[in-house]
């Protein structure tokens, strides 16, 4: 929001203060000024000069060559204005000066003709452009309106005409300080920060008008009071230009002397207002009420909105005519031949106000205020100052009603008992019980003594964040200063690292050693995805107010996101990859709510790229099958783990899994069904792994418990390898677990190559295990070592149908 310091002044006395000064005061106090444009006054190096003549350039049709005396010189200057003419005063900018707009003035050679200075617009001197006016700044209209011999001031600094510049203020508001929105609110912030007095305009009430407006509030929660007042015979005209001006320094365009006024009146009180042409009521009623579904309105700016019955408007006894708090309507506008209007000045609640806004998609400088709950006791008062300020500038015009004032609420002041203790407690500050109350009274706090060492504090209506003693502690702290409390550090007690973070960032530092990237996702996911992936709606946990229709549940899986993930790296000509997640899932079980953390994967396209000496290769089921095991058996020490052959409607038929670990599920891993990847559009395939890894953690962790230690053993083990032929659809891993219990020398079996070629059947593979063998006891000979082999090949072949390859 924009605050202009002249205005500012009219309110409190800042005169011993620079700008630099006053919003160094307000940040550090916690009203954040994020920056300061100066506008007007005195520009250095730049004067008043008059034209003398003016001639064309010999080499350029558009540009004329100037004589301009500014005093005792006279400088050549080329100008390309098309308003430039002999005779005229204007703005001189010398060598060495600097615009507002950056710009340095340079001794120039324009076609061959030197120039030696500028003459400058209205817009490069930092002012607004008049509309229909273009080219240099003409000053002849401003000398003879301040009544200036004109020879007497050629050369002069240009503020000698147009007066001292100004600074604006550009404040950043937060969502519940409503009583900084406006100058006086900004008058009154910084006459408690910097120890000034505050003087509020005095305004005549007319009390004595007589005649009534017809007003009814149907939705008295949504409208707690609506004030109005009728005037009659208005001229309407262009404003004056003092009140032109402080509406231009605060961004908000000049449009009448109407409509003027109360934009006026909402910047210097808070309290929007609005004119109606009250010849253009329909019965000349206002009522106040819920839009029906289907009803449609032409705002002021022209578009046409459709209502619903969320959207709170002002009424006549036929159609919507504003909605309450945003924006009138254009049937009721005020136009060149408008004479009688209605000015409007309520008080809406903020969040009625909120919900029109995002219904009908319209911001406005309204809106903007009533959203931050404005002070409601403002709305006679700056009607009030309205009506005073139409009738002091329109002599004809009459007042025609008092001012009706409808309350559909009555408010009860905020009271608050304060304990001083909480000073010490909250600041570290020793202060006694008469130097809070003074700071309280300083906001025109109500404060009298309760008790000891406490206070009752009387909140002033337009202070709504203030609800609790601690916001009273932070206003002390704002008074007093943040930057004068003393930084001590606290005393903390330091708890270890949770044990949880820590695995599950083991956890991701060795799936990034594999060579997958981690992906950050969103928890919500869109309910129709994840009914077309299969899933249960009753398992879904709905958002109450969700940010769009695509994130509308709690996700119960991490598939959706990661394909989306795909789809993102695809579009953006990355085909391959392998990404994985460690995020949380959620699922309703019955009455209960159901949360877990899971791993989740996928891989895509190519594992490795043709390369000169190498065939390019896919991602198949053993790079993603590889990866967990790695992750389970060497990283976290899994001493039973296990795929078994479980379909799935996720994946395709022969190629889907599930994660075993002693004899229990913990997830899932397959290749993913292309009736999946058509929802997401992916025309590659897709491998997709996904565990619980709590649960895979919790049972590691029990199972450990129960591992006993024992000698590593003094005498050597022997190693041996076996080529086996087996089928193609054995479960190989049951093959494994019968191979280590089938003799107590045998202490670990691992797969260590498979082939599929010429060499061997067709429907067959060759799968290469390593043996350990080993005796505590004893040095193995290859005598016993032999008939263990001997009768663990009997076993493999009568059990599994397993031979040794030749």
């Known amino acids: 929001m924009k605050i202009p310091l002249s205005w500012l002044k009219e309110f409190v006395n800042l005169e011993d203060l620079t700008a630099e000064e006053i919003a160094k005061n307000l940040t550090l106090a916690g009203s954040e000024i994020s920056s300061i444009e100066k506008v007007g006054g005195d520009i250095n190096g730049v004067i008043i000069g008059k034209v003398l003549s003016v001639s064309k350039h010999p080499d350029a049709d558009k540009l004329s060559v100037c004589e301009v005396s500014i005093g005792e010189e006279t400088l050549s200057i080329v100008c390309g204005a098309p308003n430039v003419r002999e005779g005229i005063f204007v703005p001189v900018a010398m060598i060495g000066a600097k615009l507002p707009n950056g710009l340095t003035i340079k001794k120039a050679s324009i076609r061959n003709v030197e120039s030696s200075g500028m003459l400058c617009s209205r817009t490069e001197l930092g002012y607004d452009e008049i509309e229909g006016i273009y080219g240099i700044w003409i000053l002849d209209e401003k000398i003879n309106k301040a009544g200036l011999n004109a020879d007497e001031i050629i050369g002069k600094p240009l503020s000698s005409i147009v007066g001292s510049g100004d600074y604006i203020f550009n404040v950043e508001i937060t969502a519940n300080r409503g009583d900084l ?9 910084c006459s408690l920060v910097l120890k000034k007095r505050v003087c509020l305009p005095q305004v005549n009430t007319y009390d004595s008008a007589g005649g009534n407006i017809d007003i009814t509030i149907e939705n008295p929660k949504s409208c707690y009071k609506y004030t109005g007042r009728l005037i009659k015979n208005i001229t309407v005209a262009p404003s004056p230009e003092w009140i032109q001006k402080k509406l231009k320094k605060c961004g908000v365009n000049p449009i009448n002397n ?15 207002l609005h004119a109606y042409d009250f010849d253009k009521l329909k019965g000349g009623k206002i009522i106040v009420r819920n839009a029906k579904n289907g009803e449609k309105i032409i705002l002021l ?13 002002i009424a006549d006894e036929e159609n919507p005519i504003g909605i309450a708090g945003v924006m009138g309507g254009d049937s009721t506008k005020i136009e060149d031949d408008t004479k009688n209007i209605l000015i409007e000045s309520a008080y809406f609640d903020h969040i009625a106000v909120k919900k029109s806004s995002l219904a009908t998609n319209t911001k406005t400088d309204a809106s903007y205020r009533f959203e931050r709950d404005i002070d409601h006791t403002a709305t006679l008062s700056a009607l009030n100052r309205a009506v005073d300020l139409i009738v002091s500038l329109d002599n004809e015009c009459k007042i025609s009603s008092r001012a009706k004032e409808v309350n559909a609420k009555q408010f009860e002041t905020t009271k608050i008992i304060f304990d001083c203790e909480l000073v010490k407690k909250y600041l570290g500050l ?20 309760l008790g000891e060492n406490s206070l009752k504090v009387e909140i002033p209506f337009y202070r709504h964040d203030l609800s609790i003693a601690e916001d009273l502690v932070e206003e002390i702290a704002r008074v007093y200063g943040y930057n004068n409390i003393s930084s001590n550090i606290p005393h903390i007690k330091c708890n270890p690292i949770n044990t949880d973070y820590e695995e599950i960032s083991f956890i991701k530092h060795r799936m990034a050693s594999y060579g997958l990237y981690e992906t950050k996702q969103y928890s919500m996911g869109d309910s129709s995805i994840f009914k077309r992936l299969g899933i249960d709606e009753e398992k879904f946990i709905k958002v109450v107010n969700p940010l769009t229709s695509e994130m509308d549940v709690l996700r119960p899986t991490a598939l959706a996101s990661l394909l989306n993930c795909v789809i993102y790296n695809q579009n953006h000509r990355h085909k391959n990859g392998a990404l994985f997640e460690v995020g949380n899932i959620f699922y309703k079980n019955g009455d209960k709510f159901i949360e877990e953390k899971h791993l989740s994967a996928v891989m895509f396209g190519l594992y490795q790229e043709k390369l000169w000496n190498k065939d390019a290769r896919v991602y198949d089921f053993f790079d993603m099958s590889g990866v967990i095991e790695e992750l389970l058996i060497k990283d976290l020490k899994c001493s039973d783990y296990n795929l078994v052959a479980k379909e799935n409607n996720l994946f395709v038929p022969t190629i889907s899994a599930e994660v075993v670990i002693f004899g229990e599920k913990i997830g899932i891993i397959g290749k993913l ?14 491998y997709y792994l996904d565990i619980d890894i709590k649960k ?44 280590n219990k089938f003799n107590d ?47 663990l090949l009997e076993m493999l072949k009568t059990r599994f149908s397993i031979s040794l390859r030749v």
């Open 258 to 272: 109407i409509v003027d006024i109360t934009n006026y009146v909402m910047l210097e009180y808070g309290q929007p």
């Open 430 to 449: 020793d202060m006694n019980k008469s130097e809070i109350s003074s700071i309280f009274k300083r906001y025109d706090f109500n404060v009298s003594a």
């Open 673 to 686: 069904h292309p009736k999946i990847l058509e929802i997401f559009d992916i025309n590659t395939d897709v």
């Open 696 to 739: 895979t953690l919790k049972l590691i962790k029990e199972r450990a418990k129960k591992l006993k230690l024992k000698d590593i053993g003094k005498y050597p083990a022997v190693f041996r390898d076996l080529a086996l032929v087996c089928d193609n659809n054995i479960e190989f891993s049951k093959v494994i677990k019968a191979i």
């Open 745 to 791: 020398i045998i202490q670990n079996v691992e797969v260590v190559d498979r082939y599929v070629g010429e060499q061997v059947e067709e429907g067959k593979q060759s799968i290469a295990i390593s043996i350990t063998y080993y005796d505590i006891n004893k040095t193995l000979k290859e005598e016993e070592i032999n008939s263990v082999e001997s009768a």
């Open 301 to 313: 700016d022209g578009r046409e909105v459709e209502l619903n019955e969320e959207v709170l408007i």
């Open 181 to 189: 929105v406006s100058v006086i609110g900004f008058a009154r912030e």
